[in-house]
């Protein structure tokens, strides 16, 4: 009977309806609470609604049901990962998110680049909090008017919360209309933050990037460096897929292997270090 709800609720999830399937894996999981399938399905779907408190749950539900050694338990701290990122919790997302990262690189796991990817967000939120602190503080009146941006966006997602409430829209609609009310501040926020940069005459800007912390092929700052026997270093996940499928440097073009890959520790610290001070540059 648990398997036949899940299977209704999978179809409704193809077809686009989250409200349904939530309610159909939400009926299996009454019907069955030992199986971690149940609530992975369900943080999924959640994860779709924006539903982040609810994703944590569920995700923390199917963590503890695999057991943490269990390699099954990496997409649940994926899910958790977002949830604790959409619940404004970024440490958290960081810590969850980095160990099974690790872990996901022993198994050789599908969702090591999901994992890699959510460990780049969540520092980016954590710095993102410090940077603009810095800059508030540079300008007094930078910091007022940011301020008064915030305000307004809590009034307007209080107010889109109380349509909610009241059943004026759906939470698919509530979901799309919350991002672009928080997309419109943080543009508000880039677009004022420019505008004191010419009138501060470069006082107040963002900073460059040093070239060699960026990865030579997926051109974004690295998270976990390691160098080819030709001296040069690249993010373990893009020059992973490269040797597997290519099976040579990409700078001499000799034949290689995954295992002549070998830790940049020196690197990942520069990198570390960078990114504490420098949280926008995960964004780069």
Not at 206 to 233: A, K, N, Q, Y
Request: aromatic residues 8%.
């Amino acid at each position: 009977m648990a398997q036949e709800l899940k299977a209704k609720g999978n179809e409704l999830f193809k077809a686009g309806d989250f409200s349904g399937a939530e309610e159909y894996f939400s009926q299996a999981i009454q019907k069955n609470p030992h199986d971690a399938t149940f609530f992975t399905n369900r943080a999924i779907t959640r994860i779709k609604l924006a539903k982040w408190a609810g994703v944590e749950h569920d995700a923390r539900a199917a963590i503890d049901i695999y057991g943490l050694k269990n390699p099954a338990v990496l997409k649940s701290c994926y899910y958790l990962a977002q949830a604790l990122l959409g619940l404004q919790r970024p440490q958290e997302a960081y810590e969850v998110a980095s160990d099974a990262y690790k872990q996901s690189l022993e198994a050789k796991s599908v969702q090591t680049e999901n994992l890699s990817r959510t460990v780049l967000r969540a520092k980016q939120q954590i710095w993102a909090a410090k940077e603009t602190a810095r800059v508030r503080e540079l300008d007094e009146t930078l910091g007022a008017v940011e301020a008064l941006i915030e305000a307004d966006l809590t009034r307007a997602l209080g107010e889109l919360q109380g349509r909610l409430d009241r059943g004026e829209i759906g939470e698919i609609g509530f979901g799309e209309d919350e991002k672009a009310l928080r997309e419109d501040a943080e543009n508000k926020v880039k677009n004022l933050r420019e505008a004191f940069r010419i009138a501060s005459k470069g006082e107040i800007q963002e900073r460059v990037v040093p070239d060699h912390l960026i990865d030579g092929i997926t051109f974004e700052i690295m998270h976990d460096p390691v160098i080819t026997p030709s001296g040069v270093s690249y993010d373990r996940i893009g020059i992973t897929k490269y040797v597997e499928k290519a099976g040579v440097d990409p700078l001499t073009r000799t034949p290689m292997s995954v295992k002549d890959l070998r830790n940049n520790y020196a690197l990942k610290a520069a990198c570390e270090e960078f990114l504490t001070k420098n949280g926008w540059a995960v964004d780069w």
